[in-house]
């Protein structure tokens, strides 16, 4: 179900803007600049997914090198775990 939903414009920008409303914790920048390239990578549109100040931010200090999606971060979700959009189909 994640790939249709990729097709839906409306809903991924939705959900970004939810996701970026509100202010994120240091630590997961990283981790949410990763899906954002991730779902770049799965062909959603990088004018449906704007960079909050504070993400424009961790991009220019954390550097292009630094954010494979992929990479493991510890105890944070995979980064190219992306089951958080079958949670939104379950919470619809």
């Known amino acids: 179900m994640p790939a ?13 803007h939810g996701v970026i409303s509100r202010q ?8 949410y600049l990763s899906k954002r390239i991730a779902l770049l990578q799965l ?3 990088e004018d449906d997914l704007p960079l909050s100040p504070e993400l424009a ?5 954390l550097g292009p090198a630094d954010l494979a999606p992929g990479e493991s ?3 944070v979700t995979d980064d190219s775990d992306l089951s958080f959009l079958d ?4 919470s619809e």
């Open 4 to 16: 249709q939903r990729l097709g839906d414009r409306e809903f991924i920008a939705a959900r970004w």
């Open 24 to 31: 994120i914790q240091f630590r997961m920048l990283k981790s």
């Open 43 to 45: 062909g959603a549109q």
């Open 57 to 61: 931010n961790a991009t220019e200090t």
């Open 73 to 75: 971060e510890g105890d």
């Open 87 to 90: 949670n939104a189909e379950r």
